[in-house]
């Protein structure tokens, strides 16, 4: 799913004109941003919990050359889903709905 797809569903299950639906996904991703940048943790109740962590500095490698790159220490984005996100990804589809069938 991409942004697009977001925007059209919110429109149409919330009968909003397109124009507002993107709107309104924009100044959410937007206000996610901007939280995020300032080390904040955004939780939302049921989906999951996005969390601003410090990364250590470390040592890679390049596959090509086999050289040592120093990596510098930063900060990572994690997200660690909810308990019904979980749930829901375990026992069904995107509709809720289990899924019986074998492979």
Known sequence: MI???IINRLADETGIPKLKAE????????SMK???SR????????????IVKPRKRGV???PRTGEEVAIP????????P??????????GDANGNADDSEI
Do not use: P, Y
């Open 3 to 5: 942004k697009l797809d």
């Open 23 to 30: 709107q309104a996904v924009e100044a959410l991703f937007n």
């Open 34 to 36: 901007d939280a995020l």
């Open 39 to 50: 080390g904040d943790r955004i939780e939302l109740r049921g989906f999951g919990v996005f």
């Open 60 to 62: 890679g490698r390049n």
């Open 73 to 80: 220490s930063g900060k990572t984005i994690r997200f660690k």
């Open 82 to 91: 909810g308990k019904e996100l979980q749930d829901h990804g375990e026992n």
